[in-house]
């Protein structure tokens, strides 16, 4: 008897506390994000002779989990040297992201300002946005966030992000009548080991633009590698001026502190100009094929605090494939903080 009422006291207190689990109003809250970027760097191969402390990025924003599947979130982007002020380089401050999210199950969309999709994938394995960007990021073949409307399917082995943007980035508003459309697929492999990646993307004006990526890591503890390769018509709604360019990039770890990494880059261009070009076109002209070339990029990078504090020593080093080609080369100490 003693057994049995013991029995349906345990049962009635683990039903109270299902239903009491059930019943528990979802509380919203919000946390508040940081990122640092900065670095010193000095010439070592080239004409200059430059060194210098550089603020390359400051993130800043705030996430608020308005239910369990809608949460808003606004970051705040302060960089540098990319604006010239009286000579001189200066900061700037954009929005970043400024977006509604959904997100149940295997379902996920975003509407406002938010990250796009082209280089994430590659990004997230390698891992050292405070160092260099993707190289799809540093090339400028697409914006690394824009205003529109986006929506992804993904499950443990297998995503689909479909999207639709503005085409401007988020330094600039709608400009034009042109939007820029976006289809990837990504799948994971070998528990997660071995990830392939397609990615195309097209917009119009009266001259079309268009990219196709493909992409292929492995993540192998402590060892990463990724290859990935991509092919870019029209580029900036140039008719004629195409871009091919891949990366292949690789780190092993040795402890969950220390680790060497390198990366090599490579781009070349290709541009059928008109032989009287017109004022815009004859602009473009004169550094179309400045971005082409190959980099190599090598150093090492130790966590002062995993995940939180990283530095890394590092050269970057840039041989041109113009008509007059020049080889520069730098060496970085970069620091990374989040919070």
């Known amino acids: 008897m003693k057994k049995s009422m013991l029995i349906m006291a345990a049962m009635v207190m683990w039903v109270s506390c299902v239903f009491a689990q059930q019943n528990e109003e979802f509380k919203p809250s919000g946390r508040i994000e940081g990122r640092i970027f900065t670095d010193f760097s000095t010439d070592v191969i080239g004409d200059s002779n430059e060194k210098a402390f550089e603020l390359k990025r400051a993130y800043m924003g705030y996430r608020y989990q308005i239910t369990e599947e809608f949460r808003a979130h606004v970051r705040i982007d302060v960089g540098g040297s990319e604006f010239v002020i009286e000579d001189a380089l200066s900061q700037y401050v954009f929005f970043k992201t400024a977006a509604l999210y959904y997100e149940k199950g295997p379902w996920f969309a975003a509407f406002g300002l938010h990250d796009t999709y082209q280089f994430k994938v590659q990004e997230r394995l390698w891992g050292k946005r405070y160092i260099l960007p993707s190289m799809l990021d540093r090339q400028k073949f697409d914006f690394s966030a824009d205003v529109g409307a986006s929506g992804q399917y993904r499950n443990d082995n297998f995503s689909v992000d479909l999207a639709l943007f503005n085409g401007e980035g988020y330094k600039q508003l709608q400009q034009d009548d042109a939007f820029r459309g976006s289809l990837g697929v990504t799948g994971w492999f070998a528990d997660r080991k071995i990830i ?10 009266d001259i079309h633009l268009a990219s196709l ?6 993540d192998l503890d402590e060892f990463t590698l990724g290859l990935e390769y991509t092919h870019q018509e029209n580029y900036a709604y140039f008719e004629g001026h195409d871009r091919n360019a891949y990366s292949i990039f690789s780190q092993y770890n040795f402890t969950n502190r220390f680790g060497v990494w390198a990366r090599i880059d490579g781009m070349d261009s290709k541009f059928s100009y008109e032989e009287n070009p017109d004022e815009e076109q004859a602009s473009h002209i004169e550094n179309w094929n400045s971005r082409d070339g190959e980099d190599i990029f090598a150093g090492i990078e130790y966590a002062l605090v995993p995940r939180k504090i990283n530095t890394s020593i590092n050269y970057q080093h840039h041989h041109s494939n113009n008509d007059d080609p020049v080889d520069t080369g730098r060496i970085f100490f970069n620091l990374e903080v989040r919070f």
Do not use: A
């Open 213 to 218: 990526t493909g992409f292929i890591g492995f």
């Open 196 to 205: 392939g990646r397609l990615y195309s993307d097209y917009s119009s004006l």
